[in-house]
C-alpha cells in the first residue's frame, strides 16, 4: 500500500514540476500523454476487469470534447465546461451503455464499434452544431470559474497544463479508489466467473452498467480536457482509429494492473513521437510491438516487470 | 511513374545532388545573397499528405519545396543562411497537424511553416498560429474561411496563402460553364465542407450568368470512397448534360475510371473536374483521362509561357524525371517567397516578415502574383482547359486554355457571404 | 430504379468476397479476422504486380488470391495458432497488430501513393439495361460473386472437408471428440477465407485505385455484413452484402444524408434487436 502511495505521489511530482524543465513541446507531448493514459484507464475499466473490449470509447471523448467546446465558446467558464462536458458524456454513456451491457464479448465489441461510429457520422454531418468535418476551432481558454480571488485566467500554456494535469491527476486517484472498492472488486468477480458472481448476489448487468457510465464519465473527461488544448474540435476524435488508441495502450502497458494502462499510453505516445522522427513507417513498428505483446507479454509491460521482480525476489 | 522511394523525412540539408545537376536559381527569384548576418539555418517545416489514396499530393509538395531550398542554398541561401526543412505527414488529420505544426515551432525550431493540403488542418493550424506566432504559408488547402474569416475577419495576421482557393473550381468553373452548350448540372463531389462549398459557389455564379441553367442533381462520396458506382447511377439517372466535380487525387482517377465504364463521357457534353489537371491525376488516368474533360487546378505548367516557366519545369524535370504537379509550383513559390520578404525585411522576426509579404509581388512560374495585404492571399490566374492526348508528352496535358481575369473570379473584401 | 438496385449489388459482391473469408473463418475458428480488410488489400497489389509481369488479367486474377492464400497460410501457422488459447480479445488484437504491419508493409514496397492499374480492354465495354448503361465488368463481376456462392455453398454441402468444416462450426468440442484435427482444419479454412478476400481484391483493382490502407474502409463495411448475416453463416454473408450493396444504392437516392451512417445504423440495430444476425446461431 505504502509503494502505491509513494508511486502515485511521485508521479504527480513528476507531471506537476514539468513545467519548470521542460520546453513546450515537451509539455504538450506530456499532456497528450495524461489524456490518453485517462482514456486508456477508462478503457481499462471495462477490459482490465470485466473482460469486456469496447472498441468505441471515442464516442464518448468526442462527446465530452464537443460538449466541453460548445460551452466554452458559449462563455462558460473552463472549470465547468469540462465537467459538464464530461456529464455529457456520461449521458451519451448511459443512454448508449444500456444497449451494450445486455452483450458480451465480440457482440459487445460490435455494437461499441457500431455506436462509435454512428457518433462520427452524426459529428460529419450535423455541421450546423459541430462544424462538420471542419471542426470547431477558436475554443477559447477564458478563466477558471471558481469564485472570488481563484478564478485565473488560463489563457497560458504552463497555467492549462498545470489545471488539466491536476484534474487528470484526480482522475486517476479516483479511479484508483474505485478499483478497489466494492464495484472494483465485484467487477473483477463478474471477470473471473460471471454465473458465479450472480450466484453471490452481485447484481451483474447492473454493476457492468455502472462501469460503463463511469468509463463514458472519465473518457468523456480526456475529451474535454482535449478541447482548449487544441483549441480546435474534429470528428476524428469519434473514430474508430482514435478508439483504437486506448486499446493498444493498455495492451502494451498490461491491462492486469492499474497502472498498465498509464505506462502504455506513455510508452505508445513517446514511442510514437520518437520513431516519427526516424522513419515514416511507425505503423509497422508499431504493430510489431503489438505483435510482440500479445505473443509474448501478455500482460503488458507493466506484468512483465512486475514477474521480473517477483522472480528477482524469490532468487 | 512509381514516386522515388527512399524519400525520408530527414531533414534535408545541401545536397551534392544539386551540384551534379547544376542548377541555379530562377533569375526572377535570384539576386546574390548578401549576407544579412541572419541564423544559420533557417529553418522550414512542411506539412503535407504524404500517404494514402491522396498521397500523390504530398510528393509532389515535397519534391517542389525540396527544389526550391537546393537552388536557394546552391545560390547562397537566404540572406546568406542555408534553408533546412522538415516535411511531416499531416495525414488529413486535424489532430496531427497540429501536433505536427507545434513540433515545428516547439521542438524542431521552425521559423516559417508551409504546406498543408486540408482545408480543416488549415483551418486547426491557422487557429494555433497567433501562439506560436510564425509565418504559415499555405500551399494547398482551399477553403474560401482561411483568408476570408481567419485572416481578414479575425486578423490572424500571420497566416498567408500561395495557391488559389476555391474560387478556381466554384468561380472560375462557372465562367468556363457560361459558355458550354449545357443547361442540365449534375455533380459528384466529396462528402465534406469542400465539396459543398464549391458546388454552391458554382451554382451561385453559374445561375447569375445563365439564368436558365438547371442544377438536376447531386450525390456527395464520403472520403475513402473506392467504388463511385452507386452515385454515378443515381446522377446519370437525372439525365444531366453535364458533370462538375471537385474530386482529387486517387479518388478523382477512380471516379473518372468507372465514369468512363458507365459511358458517362458520352452521354454528357461536358464534364469539369477542378483538381484534374494535378500531375497524378494526369499520369494516373492516362490513356483512360477522356479527351475533352475540363480540368484545372492550381497552376498548370504549360501556363503561361513564359521563360520563368519553362525553366521551373525543365529544372523540376531534369531534378525529378517527371512533370511538376501544382503542388509542387505552389510549395517552390512559398519557399522563394520566404526568400523574398526574409531578404527585404533583413530579418526573420515574424512581424517584420508579415510586413514584407503584404503586397509582395512575386514571379512565380505560374505567372505574376500579388500578396494581398487584407487577406494575405496570393492572387493569380490559373487556367482551365481540356484534356488532350498528346504523343510529345508522356502524360494527358490541357488545351484550350481558358484564362479569366482574377477580378472576375477571386472573392473580394468584404466578402459577402455566398447565396445559394 | 432497379437499375441503381443492380449497381449497388455489384458493388456488394466485393464485400461479399471478404465477408465470406471473414464469416467463414469466424464460423469454424471463432476468430474475428480484424486483418481481413488487409488480405484484401494484399490481393490488389499482388493481382496488381502480376499483371505488370505477365500482361494478362487472368494470370493476375489467378495469381494474385493464391498469393494471398500463401499470405494468409503464414499468418496463421506463424502467428495466429499461437493465441488460440487466449482470450478472444488477444486474438482481436493480433489480427490488428498485423492491420498495422501490412498496412506499412505494402507502403514500404509500393510507396505511399496510391496505384492506378489499367481496366483490361476486354471487359471495358457496357450493356444497355433498359435505359441504362451498366459496364460490362459489373456484370462480370455480378457472375463472379454468384459463382462464388454457388462454388460455396456446393463445396460445403457436398463435399466432406466441407462437412467437416460446417460439423467443426455448429459444435467443436463435438467435432474434436470425433477425430477432427482442428489444427489442420483451421489453417486450410483460414487460408480459404484469405484466397477470398485475395480474390475481391484483385477483382478490385482494375476498376479502383489501389493505396496502403484500402483495407481500412472495406473490413469495417465486412463486420457491418457479418452482423447483419449472422457472424459465422456464409448465407448470412451473402445475404448481408447484398443488403448492405441495397441499402448504400438506395439510401443515396432516397437519404443521401444518413449516406455515412446507414451502415452503423443498420449494425447497431442488429445487435440491439437479433445479435446473432438474420441467419446467424443463437449462442448458449
Not at chain 2, 49 to 65: D, Q, T, V
Not at chain 3, 46 to 53: H, L, T
Not at chain 3, 64 to 79: Q, R
Given at each position: ?315 | ?97 497540429v501536433k505536427n505544426a507545434r513540433y515545428f515551432v516547439d521542438d524542431w525550431g521552425a521559423d516559417f511553416l508551409i504546406g498543408i493540403d486540408s482545408s480543416a488542418v488549415a483551418l486547426a493550424v491557422g487557429e494555433i498560429m497567433p501562439t506560436l506566432n510564425k509565418v504559415l504559408i499555405v500551399t494547398h488547402g482551399a477553403t474560401e474561411k482561411y483568408n476570408e474569416d481567419l485572416v481578414y475577419k479575425r486578423h490572424v495576421r500571420q497566416c498567408f496563402r500561395v495557391c488559389v482557393p476555391v474560387y478556381q473550381d466554384g468561380i472560375a468553373s462557372a465562367l468556363v460553364a457560361k459558355d458550354l452548350p449545357v443547361k442540365r448540372w449534375a455533380t459528384i463531389s466529396p462528402d465534406y465542407e469542400y465539396g459543398h462549398t464549391s458546388w454552391k459557389m458554382f451554382r451561385a455564379y453559374l445561375k ?213 | ?165 460446417r460439423a467443426t462450426a455448429a459444435d467443436r468440442e463435438m467435432a474434436r471428440a470425433l477425430g477432427v484435427r482442428s489444427s489442420r482444419l483451421f489453417t486450410w479454412v483460414f487460408v480459404l477465407g484469405a484466397i477470398l478476400a485475395g480474390l475481391g481484391g484483385a477483382l478490385s483493382m482494375p476498376v479502383r485505385a489501389i493505396s496502403p490502407g484500402m483495407g481500412e474502409f472495406i473490413i469495417i463495411e465486412a463486420f457491418v455484413v457479418v452482423v447483419l ?56
Amino acid at each position: 500500500m505504502r509503494v502505491r502511495v509513494i508511486a502515485g505521489a511521485a508521479i504527480a511530482a513528476i507531471v506537476l514540476l514539468l513545467p519548470l524543465v521542460a520546453g513546450p513541446f515537451l509539455r504538450y507531448l506530456v499532456l497528450n500523454m495524461l489524456l490518453l493514459a485517462l482514456l486508456a484507464l477508462s478503457f481499462n475499466l471495462l477490459f482490465g476487469m470485466t473482460g469486456l473490449l469496447s472498441f468505441g470509447q471515442g464516442a464518448y471523448y468526442a462527446g465530452g470534447a464537443y460538449a466541453a467546446a460548445l460551452l466554452l465558446r458559449a462563455g462558460v467558464p473552463m472549470l465547468w465546461s469540462i465537467l459538464l462536458g464530461a456529464l455529457a458524456a456520461a449521458a451519451l454513456a448511459a443512454v448508449l451503455g444500456a444497449f451494450c451491457v445486455r452483450h458480451t464479448r465480440i457482440y459487445f465489441s460490435m455494437l461499441t464499434l457500431a455506436f462509435g461510429m454512428l457518433v462520427y457520422a452524426v459529428v460529419w454531418k450535423w455541421t450546423d452544431v459541430t462544424g462538420g468535418d471542419d471542426g470547431l476551432i477558436g475554443i477559447p481558454r477564458g478563466r477558471l470559474g471558481l469564485p472570488g480571488p481563484l478564478d485565473f485566467s488560463l489563457d497560458s500554456p504552463v497555467r492549462y497544463y498545470l489545471f488539466a494535469a491536476i484534474l487528470v491527476l484526480i482522475s486517476m486517484a479516483i479511479l484508483h479508489r474505485l478499483s478497489a472498492s466494492p464495484l472494483g472488486l465485484a467487477l473483477q468477480a463478474i471477470r473471473e466467473n460471471a454465473e458465479r458472481a450472480e450466484f453471490s448476489g452481485i447484481r451483474v448487468r447492473r454493476t457492468i452498467y455502472i462501469a460503463f457510465v463511469t468509463a463514458g464519465l472519465f473518457a468523456g473527461l480526456s475529451g474535454a480536457l482535449l478541447a482548449p488544448l487544441e483549441q480546435t474540435v474534429s470528428p476524428s476524435t469519434a473514430h474508430w482509429t482514435k478508439s483504437a488508441e486506448p486499446v493498444m495502450a493498455t495492451l502494451i502497458g498490461g491491462p492486469f494492473s492499474f497502472l498498465g494502462p498509464i505506462v502504455g499510453a506513455v510508452v505508445y505516445l513517446g514511442l510514437k513521437e520518437i520513431i516519427v522522427r526516424f522513419t515514416e513507417y511507425w505503423l509497422l513498428v508499431f504493430g510489431l510491438v503489438l505483435l510482440a505483446t500479445v505473443l509474448t507479454f501478455r500482460s503488458g509491460l507493466v506484468g512483465a516487470a512486475a514477474d521480473l521482480i517477483a522472480r528477482k525476489r524469490r532468487a | 511513374m512509381a514516386p522515388r522511394r527512399g524519400t525520408t523525412r530527414r531533414r534535408f540539408l545541401q545536397t551534392t545532388a544539386l551540384a551534379a545537376a547544376g542548377l541555379a536559381a530562377p533569375k526572377a527569384f535570384s539576386a546574390a545573397a548578401p549576407d544579412l548576418k541572419l541564423k544559420k539555418p533557417i529553418k522550414i517545416g512542411c506539412q503535407t499528405i504524404l500517404s494514402g489514396p491522396l498521397g500523390g499530393y504530398g510528393e509532389f509538395m515535397r519534391k517542389g519545396a525540396t527544389l526550391a531550398m537546393e537552388q536557394i542554398n546552391a545560390a547562397g541561401g537566404i540572406g546568406g543562411s542555408p534553408v533546412e526543412m522538415n516535411f511531416r505527414d499531416e495525414e488529413l488529420k486535424v489532430d496531427v497537424g497540429v501536433k505536427n505544426a507545434r513540433y515545428f515551432v516547439d521542438d524542431w525550431g521552425a521559423d516559417f511553416l508551409i504546406g498543408i493540403d486540408s482545408s480543416a488542418v488549415a483551418l486547426a493550424v491557422g487557429e494555433i498560429m497567433p501562439t506560436l506566432n510564425k509565418v504559415l504559408i499555405v500551399t494547398h488547402g482551399a477553403t474560401e474561411k482561411y483568408n476570408e474569416d481567419l485572416v481578414y475577419k479575425r486578423h490572424v495576421r500571420q497566416c498567408f496563402r500561395v495557391c488559389v482557393p476555391v474560387y478556381q473550381d466554384g468561380i472560375a468553373s462557372a465562367l468556363v460553364a457560361k459558355d458550354l452548350p449545357v443547361k442540365r448540372w449534375a455533380t459528384i463531389s466529396p462528402d465534406y465542407e469542400y465539396g459543398h462549398t464549391s458546388w454552391k459557389m458554382f451554382r451561385a455564379y453559374l445561375k447569375r450568368f445563365k439564368p436558365d441553367v438547371e442544377f438536376v442533381g447531386e450525390s456527395f462520396a464520403k472520403f475513402g470512397t473506392v467504388d463511385f458506382s452507386s452515385h454515378i447511377s443515381k446522377v446519370m439517372g437525372l439525365n444531366p448534360e453535364g458533370i462538375f466535380s471537385t474530386e482529387w487525387g486517387g479518388e478523382a482517377v477512380t471516379m473518372v475510371k468507372q465514369a468512363k465504364l458507365f459511358k458517362v463521357f458520352e452521354n454528357t457534353k461536358a464534364f469539369m473536374i477542378g483538381m484534374g489537371s494535378a500531375m497524378d491525376v494526369l499520369q494516373g488516368l492516362g490513356a483512360d483521362y477522356p479527351d475533352g474533360t475540363w480540368a484545372s487546378g492550381r497552376y498548370y505548367f504549360g501556363y503561361p509561357d513564359t521563360p520563368e516557366n519553362k525553366k521551373f519545369v525543365a529544372d523540376f524535370r531534369k531534378r525529378f524525371d517527371t512533370y511538376p504537379s501544382y503542388p509542387s509550383e505552389t510549395a517552390y513559390t512559398a519557399v522563394y517567397a520566404l526568400k523574398k520578404a526574409v531578404e527585404k525585411a533583413k530579418s526573420i522576426e515574424t512581424e517584420k516578415v508579415i510586413e514584407a509579404l503584404e503586397g509582395m509581388e512575386l514571379d512565380r512560374p505560374a505567372g505574376k502574383c500579388v500578396i494581398r495585404k487584407e487577406d494575405h492571399q496570393a492572387v493569380y490566374a490559373v487556367p482551365w482547359g481540356q484534356i488532350k492526348h498528346d504523343p510529345k508528352f508522356p502524360m494527358p496535358i490541357l488545351t484550350n486554355l481558358k484564362v479569366f481575369s482574377t477580378d472576375e473570379y477571386y472573392r473580394k473584401p468584404p466578402f459577402a457571404p455566398v447565396e445559394g | 430504379m432497379l437499375f441503381q438496385g443492380l449497381v449497388g449489388l455489384s458493388e456488394a459482391m466485393y464485400l461479399w468476397l471478404v465477408a465470406a473469408g471473414l464469416s467463414l473463418i469466424f464460423g469454424v475458428m471463432r476468430v474475428l479476422n480484424f486483418a481481413h480488410g488487409s488480405l484484401y488489400m494484399l490481393g490488389a497489389y499482388f493481382a496488381w504486380v502480376a499483371f505488370r509481369i505477365s500482361g494478362s488479367f487472368w494470370v493476375a486474377l489467378l495469381a494474385g488470391p493464391l498469393l494471398v492464400g500463401a499470405a494468409g497460410w503464414a499468418m496463421e501457422f506463424g502467428f495466429l495458432r499461437r493465441v488460440y488459447s487466449a482470450p478472444e480479445a488477444f486474438q482481436l488484437l493480433l489480427t490488428f497488430a498485423f492491420v498495422l504491419i501490412l498496412d506499412d508493409a505494402v507502403k514500404l514496397v509500393f510507396g505511399p501513393v496510391y496505384q492506378s492499374p489499367p481496366t483490361p480492354a476486354a471487359l471495358s465495354g457496357a450493356v444497355l439495361i433498359g435505359r441504362s448503361i451498366l459496364p460490362t465488368y459489373h456484370l462480370f463481376i455480378l457472375g463472379v460473386g454468384a459463382l462464388v456462392g454457388l462454388g460455396l455453398w456446393l463445396f460445403l454441402e457436398k463435399t466432406s472437408f466441407g462437412l467437416v468444416i460446417r460439423a467443426t462450426a455448429a459444435d467443436r468440442e463435438m467435432a474434436r471428440a470425433l477425430g477432427v484435427r482442428s489444427s489442420r482444419l483451421f489453417t486450410w479454412v483460414f487460408v480459404l477465407g484469405a484466397i477470398l478476400a485475395g480474390l475481391g481484391g484483385a477483382l478490385s483493382m482494375p476498376v479502383r485505385a489501389i493505396s496502403p490502407g484500402m483495407g481500412e474502409f472495406i473490413i469495417i463495411e465486412a463486420f457491418v455484413v457479418v452482423v447483419l448475416g449472422g457472424l459465422g453463416s456464409l448465407r448470412g454473408a451473402f445475404l448481408g452484402s447484398v443488403l448492405i450493396g441495397l441499402l448504400h444504392a438506395y439510401g443515396l437516392l432516397f437519404m443521401p444524408v444518413f449516406e455515412l451512417a446507414l451502415g452503423y445504423m443498420a449494425m447497431a440495430l442488429v445487435l440491439i434487436v437479433r445479435p446473432w444476425g438474420l441467419f446467424g446461431v443463437r449462442e448458449g
